[in-house]
């Protein structure tokens, strides 16, 4: 571990990106942090290169993902189905079982050493999952956790009703993260119809828009968001 921690976070607004491209994108951030701490395991402290933090932001077009422990059934519909309602479908390395992303939901992929700021995976989970219970707190929405269920769920304390609003599925490496989470700001939630969501078949799912009744500034989630991210982490956020 480097003995000096780098707080500095590049934060990246991709905008509306293909999954691949966002993936790859992401992918090269994940091998570079890796790289250097590679290189940094056998050199002297004092000549350890710190390593970089990201927080890349973005929207997908519809896209169903499943991650390495999913399973193929979760998703309902076939390949010429996909063609018809206009989604792809990856099966990829991240945790987690099938979601869907899509334009509307703000996509978040932290790409952080976390020898920079803690080395605790299940903090790391919870605090990602605090930073969106305290923006959809800001605009009018009360989320919290369900024991035992990854995510965040609107009216958590009645589990048979309760409403996921934001999934979860990280992958790590030497206490690199890549993937992350998914906020329904403005989503279509038509297309969660067409999948299991994270495998669990008795829980709906919602956005800020379908809970508040009207659709939301996505930028302005977007902003409350980052700095809710940053502010539990200790980032010291750069924009890009």
Not at 55 to 73: I, R
Not at 85 to 95: L, M
Not at 160 to 179: D, N, P
Request: aromatic share 10%; proline share 2%; hydrophobic share 35%.
């Amino acid at each position: 571990m480097n003995s000096v921690a780098n707080k500095k976070t590049r934060y990246i607004n991709l905008g509306l990106i293909d999954y691949k491209d966002a993936w790859d994108y992401q992918t090269d951030l994940f091998q570079r942090v890796l790289g250097v701490k590679a290189e940094n395991r056998s050199l002297q402290d004092n000549q350890q290169r710190l390593t970089d933090n990201f927080l890349v932001f973005c929207q997908h077009p519809h896209v169903y993902t499943l991650g390495k422990s999913g399973k193929e059934e979760n998703l309902l519909v076939k390949d010429d189905e996909l063609k018809v309602i206009g989604a792809s479908y990856y099966h990829i390395n991240r945790g987690g079982d099938i979601t869907y992303h899509g334009p509307g939901q703000i996509v978040g992929y932290p790409i952080i050493d976390l020898e920079n700021f803690f080395t605790d995976i299940h903090k790391y989970m919870r605090l990602l999952e605090e930073a969106v219970i305290q923006t959809v707190r800001e605009f009018g929405v009360s989320a919290g956790r369900i024991p035992g269920l990854t995510g965040v769920w609107i009216n958590h304390n009645e589990k048979e009703s309760a409403r996921k609003i934001c999934a979860l599925g990280v992958k790590t490496s030497r206490w690199v993260t890549m993937h992350g989470f998914a906020l329904n700001v403005n989503t279509d939630l038509n297309y969660f119809s067409h999948i299991v969501p994270c495998g669990i078949d008795d829980k709906e799912v919602t956005s800020l828009q379908k809970e508040l009744g009207q659709a939301v500034d996505l930028s302005a989630v977007e902003e409350v968001l980052k700095n809710k991210i940053a502010d539990l982490f200790g980032m010291k956020l750069e924009l890009s």
